[in-house]
Each structure stands twice: as structure tokens, then as C-alpha cells.
């Protein structure tokens, strides 16, 4: 099992920054895939990126040169910058841990992060 703690959320005006981290801990094996994943009201949960243990990356075409995703295999953490901030990436950011080992595959979820872009 895996517990996964998001921070770094909060209210910010259009344009402006954040940085969101996710804390791994407990049975955390490698080859995985971190990821964030984002759900506005009414919408569906969607990936926005990720990042293999071994630092291959994948990003949602909506944040493509915004928000470069990082981790630090050494602490266990993952981290969003999120750069030029519109409204529109007003949400819940979720952190996802992912492996796929022997056939079975394994999925964490933190409790998530409200972001709030807004003048």
C-alpha cells in the first residue's frame, strides 16, 4: 500500500504560480508512474501529467510548457510547478501512484488539492 499526501494548493490570481508536492510513502517499488490529475465540478477526472521512476514524461496538451512535473526518487515526492495560471485550471489536483507488477496492477490516490484561479 501506498499513501500519497498532496500540498501546495490554494488561491492565486490569473498568471501567477503555484507549486504543488506529493509526498509518497510505504510500499513504493519501481519501475512507476507518478501522476497529477485534475477534476473541476461537473467534470470528469483528467490527467494532466507524469512522470516514470525513471523520469519519462507525459503531459496533457492544455499544460504543455506550463507545468513541467518533477520528483525526487530520493524522497520519495513529486511536484507540479504550475506556471501562467488561467481560471480554467480552477480544480481538484489529485497525485496517482501506478505500477503494474506480475499482472496486477496497483493505484493510490491522495486525498487531493484545491486550486482556485481567480482575480
Known amino acids: 500500500q501506498v499513501q500519497l499526501v498532496e500540498s501546495g494548493g490554494g488561491l492565486v490570481q490569473p498568471g501567477g504560480s503555484l507549486r504543488l508536492s506529493c509526498a509518497a510513502s510505504?510500499?513504493?517499488?519501481?519501475?512507476?508512474?507518478m501522476g497529477w490529475y485534475r477534476q473541476a465540478p461537473g467534470n470528469e477526472r483528467e490527467l494532466v501529467a507524469s512522470i516514470t521512476s525513471s523520469g519519462i514524461t507525459v503531459y496533457a496538451d492544455f499544460v504543455k510548457g506550463r507545468f513541467p512535473i518533477s520528483r525526487d526518487n530520493t524522497k520519495n515526492t513529486m511536484y507540479l510547478q504550475m506556471n501562467s495560471l488561467k481560471p480554467e485550471d480552477t480544480a481538484v489536483y489529485y497525485c496517482?501512484?501506478?505500477?503494474?507488477?506480475?499482472?496486477?496492477?496497483?493505484?493510490?490516490w491522495g486525498q487531493g488539492t484545491q486550486v482556485t484561479v481567480s482575480a
Open positions: 496517482n501512484y501506478h505500477r503494474q507488477y506480475l499482472g496486477e496492477l496497483f493505484d493510490s
Open positions: 510505504g510500499s513504493i517499488f519501481s519501475p512507476n508512474i
